[in-house]
């Protein structure tokens, strides 16, 4: 027997698919859903059903297709959900308004004292989500999306010990923020919401892909066999605490020679040139363990540079990749820009409530039901 508690999830869980195939075709019928999610024809049009009384889908007339019966077309409707992303960073508050295909509509930035306390964050994320959520529609605003730098635990909503910020130990931004702005909230690592946006902008063809993120400090966001992966404390990702230099100077994190200190010297000295070697052999590394076929390089550190990072990563890809003929990689710059982060952060937070753990490719089946949510927590209906 199915226990109440399960029906709900899979329709919430076959709305969400469906939501998602809408926000990947643009316009849709019922075979479009049926074929992508592997639902019936009467799941399809209860799904739909459903979707349209919530506003999130309407009609847009008939399509006729060769020689068969012509179709009831529909499309997603962009400004009926909102969200709201943050980047907390180590100087700045960046914030993005993103509509329900994860475009942005608004940024503002804010920049944030030295040394920061959560007191003081929780001021400037409210003043933040005052000045966007003015351009939604009243209960159209699904939640806020943060993205800071860790370590930090995604699935408890606690930022750990967020290097060089003295007053972050074990502090539990969500529930704080939560509390604080009176809507649903959720806590990722910058690099893991940042390569969240990457890949829901790339589509079904990112499957395999790291976020490089260099902006006081150097992450990665990780995006494998086409869901973000965060590890089994969700802290993976300090990528910038990879030892390069055995004996090297001493970092942050109390190592000695990690890539980000020997990156962030050259930076510093105006070596730019140099820099993007330290972070290249970095990348190498990576593509060594994990076989990823897409860099996106990131952050305000490194956009200055970009021409300098780009050439010499793609140059050491190319060169010091064993095959890299056959083991090819497509390196770029990050398509969000300076939003990046923020946008992913909301993203995330649209995900969590109208998406998928993994977007199917097309003609491929969903996992089922039991699979897991993004974020963790408990599905909530669509
Ligand atoms: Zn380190």
Known sequence: MVRPA????????????????????????????????????????????RLVAAGLVEPDGVRRHGVGKPASVYRLVPDSRYAIGAHVARRTLRMVLSDLTGRVLQTVARPLPPDFTPGRLLDELSAGVGALAGECRAGRLVGVGIGMVGPLDHAQ???????????????PLREMAAERLGLPVLLDKDVAAGVVGEAWLGGVDVRDAALIMVESGIGAGLWLGGGVYRGAHTNAGEFGHMVV???????????????????????????????????????????????????????????????????????????????????AVEVTTSRLGTD???AGAAMEMLNERYGLPREPRPGERVPGPGAARPGGGPPSRA
Do not use: M
């Not at 909503?157 to 502090?171: K, M, S, T």
């Not at 990690?258 to 330290?278: K, M, N, P, S, W």
């Open 6 to 49: 399960d029906v709900e999830y899979l329709r919430d869980y076959n709305d969400a698919s469906v939501v998602a195939v809408a926000r990947r075709a643009g316009v849709f019928d019922r075979a479009t859903i049926a074929s992508a999610t592997g639902l019936t024809p009467q799941a399809v049009s209860k799904v739909i059903a």
């Open 157 to 171: 909503g606690v930022v750990r010990d967020a290097h060089r910020l003295r007053h972050w130990h074990d502090v």
């Open 245 to 327: 230099q055995v004996d090297g100077p001493e970092c942050v994190c109390g190592r000695r020679g990690c890539l980000e200190i020997l990156h962030d010297r050259a930076l510093a000295a105006g070596e730019a040139g140099t820099a993007a070697r330290v972070l290249a052999v970095g990348v190498v590394n990576l593509l060594q363990t994990l076989d990823v076929d897409h860099v996106v390089l990131a952050g305000a550190d490194l956009l200055p540079h970009a021409a300098t990072y780009l050439d010499v990563v793609r140059t050491a890809v190319r060169t010091e990749v064993p095959r890299a003929d056959w083991l």
């Open 340 to 342: 990046v982060i923020a």
